[in-house]
């Protein structure tokens, strides 16, 4: 009886109106929840659209490539080809000579990977930990040279070029990215941060300035040199403006002026199922790279130049 | 044992025949004494390898350990000497100038003698083949230009335009882009590394990519002909081409300057926010008082050098649409390389490239000092 009485108290106590309250409160809960999902899930589409946004031109390109000439005059944005056309990249490839320009792009990117770093670590490390008269000036010309870009000076170094014979050599071509103000910072900014503990007590040993570097500091800084052989690899293939103002003749072009070439044609609409193939050829090596180490590319271009930029 | 020390001492005794008449000849005068000792010098060589001939293999690990240490004390002497020497010069000569050539060298002839060089030059009649019958002319270049070159004054009110234009579009995009794409899921991720893509891609494939889309019959318009309107043909009209290229460029470095700004926004310290959400303020009461203040610092470097880079559009311009139609997308650099590389007037080019560089530097410090003050405040 007692237990009855006690548990029909109990009930009686959160019956009808708590229990309808409690309910209620957790339906909206439910629903809230829900429709916090339902915008979670909304917010995740609209984040992959958005990115699509940046990825379909690419897609679509590949797609361009391999049809033939009349379906691509017809920009169908669709992306997928019925029939594709592989021949277009051997049209490309042998007929308008990509395979010549992409030569002369390997050759200059390497060049430039392997050259730059005679002149760009020591120079990075004089700044870094050395004291001289005009350092402050040397210092200095960062800010002129970033005033004076590569455009406004493109006359008097054409003519200094043109007075030494370096216009349509390599030489003259890989020589402003061996003293790149770029790399320089770059590396100075890695200098900076091993301890100088370790450089006091090779001192101590009396190791010479070039012993300290080339046994001591380049090992350290291992990271930042791969992170550096990115970038330059990647805005070395993509150079433009250099190549085509340096070069007269056809013979040193690299593969982006090519492709300005394929786009001039003297009559009519260029090809563009070949012009989309040259171009999906000087794309295929970044974008590989960028693919299979997208977060190392990512850290390399953001991380290396924001460090470097900013820091007065 | 004592035959292997018999070997080294042989050995160390031709050798040391040899260089004393290697010395003997440096001293030597007539031809025909020199003559006589080499012969001298290939005899004792002829002698000492009979000699090595001779030995049995044990002898032989022996000879050629005293010839590795014969070898070791020489380079060490040599070693000596350069010490000595490079003491000496480095006593006199700070060594950290050999180390500066290669910067010192780029300084100057990449930006110090060609500053120099262009502005004497904008004051000739420049004749670049034979420098010297280039005749001073004064301000006459800079009178051209502005007056008679229908196409310089465009060009600069064009710079003008589409870097602001470009800085503005893109930082209402970034900042906003940013913010919402700043987090640590696996979707966000995949989004940054979608939309950072175009950033290095070279600008050549994205001009071409981009002249596809924009063409009359190309997709923009194709998307725009659903909703019933009619698109212009974006590259070839006076009006739309600027800002065709310009929101290209725009579109091209989104990635790249939203992964820096999302970079400034993990570097502010998360208790900030919590200590907003314990204030109940709303999300967009945060953005505009807690993450936009904090972030401004980035956004001062971000955005000046997104400006400085806007003069700098060559590609965009000479592929997409080389200035025209009727220089309404001309811009400076593009005018300068056209003036001096295409109609080889050096006079005229290089004083378009002191008024950019003009341009450059009193927008530069304009914005240096606007962007401090505001951050000191």
Redesign the interface.
Known sequence: MLDEKKLSFATDAYSAKHLEEKNKYLFLVKIKKRVKYVLKILN?LL??A???F??Y??V??AS?SLRPLIDAL??D?GLIVKHPQWQNYVYAWRQAQIVHYVGNSIKYSVLVLTLQYF??I??A???AT????G?KF?WA?KY?????????????????Y?KMGLVDTWGGLIL?S????FG?YMFMGAFKQIPKEVIESAKMDKA??RTIMLKIMIPMVAPVMITHLLVTF?SN??E??WV??MTNSESLRTL?VA??GL?QVEDGVPE?NI??AG?MI??AP??LV?IFA?KQ??MA???G??KN??SK | MTDLKLVGKKYNEFCDAIDELKLVIKKAKSQDEKERLKTRISELKTELNDYKKSLNSEEIEAYRDYQKIRLDIKRCERLKKMDKL?AKIFKKL??????????????I???????I??II?SLFKVD?VS?WDSSFKGFWNYEMIFTRDTEFVKAIVNTIIFAFFTVILLMVITVL?ATW?SKNTK??N????????????????VS??????L?P???IN?ILSIFGIQGPNWLMNTSTSLFSVAFVTV?KS???YV??II?GLQAIPPYVYEAAKLDKANSFTVFRKITVPLLS??LV?VFI?KF?NS??S??AI??MTQGGPRGSSMV??YW??NA??VKFN?GF??AG??V??II??VF?FVAYRFFNKKSEN
């Open positions: 995740y984040l992959i958005v990115g699509l940046f990825v031109p690419f679509w390109m361009m017809s920009f944005p002149t760009i020591p120079a490390y004089g700044f050395m004291e001289f008269k350092k040397l010309t002129l040279g970033m005033m004076l870009p590569a455009e406004a000076t493109l006359i008097p170094v054409y003519f200094f043109s402003p061996l003293f790149s103000m320089i010479k300035n990647i293939w993509n433009y403006y085509l103002v982006p492709l300005r786009l563009w012009v989309m171009t000087q794309l970044i974008m960028y997208s590319v990512k271009m953001v991380g130049s924001n930029k900013i | 490079e700070n060594p950290a100038y050999i180390y500066m050539i290669p910067a010192a060298f780029g300084a002839f990449f930006t110090i003698l060609p500053a060089f262009m030059g670049l420098i882009m794409l979707i966000h995949l989004s940054q590394t979608m939309v950072f893509t175009p950033h290095i891609a070279s600008m050549v494939s071409i990519l981009w002249i596809l889309m063409d019959k190309g997709i194709q579109w989104i990635g790249y992964l820096i970079a610092e980035t470097f050098m400085i003069f700098k060559f590609a000479d592929l400076l650099g300068i390389y001096g590389r050096y080019a290089m490239a002191v950019l560089t450059i530097s530069t």
